[in-house]
């Protein structure tokens, strides 16, 4: 890796002109009362507008266009063309095709494809957003650090990790799970996964929200400010990543200083390899840990059968993750001009493949909106996609889940919920900032 990183980052490009409308934030102007959505245009719904998930509006959105605009056209002066798929067989049908839709353009709407970035922008390199073969190399020296050995050999300790959260909250005492919980957990398995100093680990939970949010979404002001922290992580890791390539630890930054395709990798391919592990194991998991609480207190009939069954907590946790679905959609982008139903996609058009939507399809998943946590066919969620890029991480953070809820169950009669929750200011990542709180004893 070329030692003089940082120095070729910060001269090309100049920071005084560092910002831009990041695709997606379009519509983040909106103002005044979000309309229902049978009273709008059919052409005019653009459901990437983060204020739709914020206040959690989007579902009615989503039922509109399952129902009368399956493969739903937009254009913005930012992004360019793109579509919206909301049924699950359209989904899984472009996931799993990865011929015909690519991933190297990108993983979120984003700026038309041909066009040269906008000074500001850091063009991260990860393989979730490469095709065949050069994903496929970066995939495999990676994937060892979650392999089921190694995963049967961790349990133990995030069952000790768990339990040591768990231990410490206040009973009959407001609190907010997401932070008390849902962060600290999954801050404490990245810093495992990393073999990153423990009394730093926050440093890991900070760059993953910096790399997903919103600027002025309430964690970041601008972009200069995400290119500044990103390029502060990057220096950090450099670090690490020299130490483990004389004391290799067999963390994830030992696997990328040593494996044979990745060990010469560019810096922003490793940063971006970082990222992609650090925000695939936080955010997601992170967010299921919440919803699963707030789905069991929207649904006491479900927390009921919890209570008397708990050999239903590894379907409960594929369920969760449905239900939740804490990445609402990926992007492709078409590789030549296609038809899906009846419309005309063109190459060069970015599509967004809705998992939020496609995962309550009434075709597929009855009483969809419902969490049940016995359903039948809850494995068959869109959570994960499918495909070469199906989630290197599900075993992982289907672990941490039914390790949390064998854990919450040996102590708590009820984890309720007690004032209104705050949701992301996000269309992509799903999820909670605020889930006030008590605990009661078994
Ligand atoms: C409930 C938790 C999680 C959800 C919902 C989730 C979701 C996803 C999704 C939707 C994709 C892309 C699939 C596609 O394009 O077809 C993905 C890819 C990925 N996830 Fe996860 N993820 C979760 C947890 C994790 C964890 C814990 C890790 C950490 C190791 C992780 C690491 C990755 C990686 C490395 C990829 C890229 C795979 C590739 O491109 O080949 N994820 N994840």
Same mark, same amino acid.
């Given at each position: 890796?070329?030692?003089?990183?940082?120095? #070729?980052?910060? %001269?090309?490009?100049?920071?005084?002109?560092?910002?831009?409308?990041?695709?997606?934030?379009?519509?983040?102007?909106?103002?005044?009362?979000?309309?229902? +959505?049978?009273?709008?245009?059919?052409?005019?719904?653009?459901? +990437?507008? #983060?204020?739709?998930?914020q206040e959690d509006r989007q579902w009615e959105y989503f039922e509109r266009l399952r129902a009368e605009s399956p493969v739903h056209f937009n254009e913005s002066e930012v992004a360019g063309r793109y579509w919206s798929l909301t049924r699950y067989d359209d989904i899984k049908a472009v996931d799993i095709d990865h011929e015909n839709f690519s991933s190297a353009h990108g993983i979120t709407l984003g700026f038309p494809v041909g066009q040269p970035l906008p000074d500001g922008a850091l063009n991260i390199s990860l393989f979730i957003a490469m095709d065949p073969p050069k994903h496929d190399v970066q995939r495999k020296t990676v994937s060892p650090v979650v392999s089921p050995r190694n995963l049967a050999g961790m349990e133990a300790l995030i069952r000790e990790r768990t339990a040591s959260v768990l231990d410490d909250l206040p009973i009959g005492e407001e609190f907010n799970w997401v932070e008390?919980?849902?962060?600290?957990?999954?801050?404490?398995?990245? +810093?495992?996964? @990393?073999?990153?100093?423990?009394?730093?680990?926050?440093?890991?939970?900070?760059?993953?929200?910096?790399?997903?949010?919103?600027?002025? *979404?309430g964690i970041i002001e601008t972009e200069q400010q995400r290119r500044e922290e990103l390029v502060e992580c990057?220096?950090? @890791?450099?670090?690490?990543?020299?130490?483990?390539?004389? $004391?290799?630890?067999?963390? @994830?930054?030992?696997m990328l200083a040593h494996g044979e395709e990745t060990k010469d990798?560019?810096?922003?391919?490793?940063?971006?390899?970082?990222?992609?592990?650090?925000?695939?194991?936080?955010?997601?998991?992170? $967010?299921?840990?919440?919803?699963?609480?707030?789905?069991?207190?929207?649904?006491?009939? !479900?927390?009921?059968?919890?209570r008397n069954n708990q050999e239903l907590i590894p379907n409960m946790v594929a369920e969760i993750i449905r239900w939740q679905t804490p990445l609402a959609y990926m &992007?492709?982008?078409?590789?030549?001009?296609?038809?899906?139903?009846?419309?005309?996609?063109?190459?060069?058009?970015?599509?967004?493949?809705?998992?939020?939507?496609?995962?309550?399809?009434?075709?597929?998943? !009855?009483?969809?909106?419902?969490?049940?946590?016995?359903? /039948?066919?809850? &494995? #068959? /969620?869109? %959570?994960? *996609?499918?495909?070469? /890029?199906?989630?290197?991480?599900?075993?992982?953070?289907?672990?941490?889940?039914?390790?949390?809820?064998?854990?919450?169950?040996? &102590?708590? /009669?009820?984890?309720?919920v007690v004032g209104p929750v705050e949701r992301t200011f996000s269309s992509f990542v799903k999820g909670y900032t605020e889930l006030p709180v008590v605990l009661h004893k078994l």
């Open positions: 890796m070329a030692e003089t990183t940082l120095e #070729n980052q910060k %001269s090309e490009t100049n920071p005084e002109t560092a910002t831009f409308v990041r695709p997606g934030s379009e519509q983040d102007s909106r103002k005044g009362e979000i309309p229902k +959505a049978a009273d709008v245009p059919l052409e005019t719904i653009n459901p +990437a507008w #983060n204020r739709l998930f008390k919980v849902s962060v600290e957990l999954t801050t404490r398995m990245l +810093a495992t996964l @990393f073999d990153f100093p423990y009394e730093e680990r926050h440093k890991l939970t900070r760059w993953s929200d910096v790399a997903t949010a919103v600027p002025g *979404g990057l220096a950090y @890791f450099t670090e690490i990543w020299k130490e483990r390539k004389e $004391n290799p630890t067999g963390d @994830f930054v030992s990798m560019e810096p922003l391919e490793f940063l971006g390899n970082l990222i992609l592990l650090i925000v695939g194991g936080n955010d997601t998991t992170r $967010n299921s840990m919440s919803g699963g609480v707030l789905a069991l207190n929207q649904f006491p009939d !479900e927390y009921d059968k919890l &992007r492709r982008t078409a590789n030549k001009d296609v038809t899906i139903r009846d419309k005309e996609i063109k190459a060069g058009d970015q599509l967004l493949m809705w998992y939020l939507s496609g995962n309550r399809d009434e075709s597929v998943f !009855e009483n969809a909106n419902k969490l049940i946590i016995d359903r /039948h066919n809850a &494995r #068959n /969620h869109l %959570s994960f *996609g499918f495909g070469i /890029h199906r989630c290197m991480g599900n075993r992982l953070a289907e672990l941490q889940l039914r390790v949390l809820w064998e854990e919450i169950m040996k &102590r708590f /009669h009820k984890v309720e």
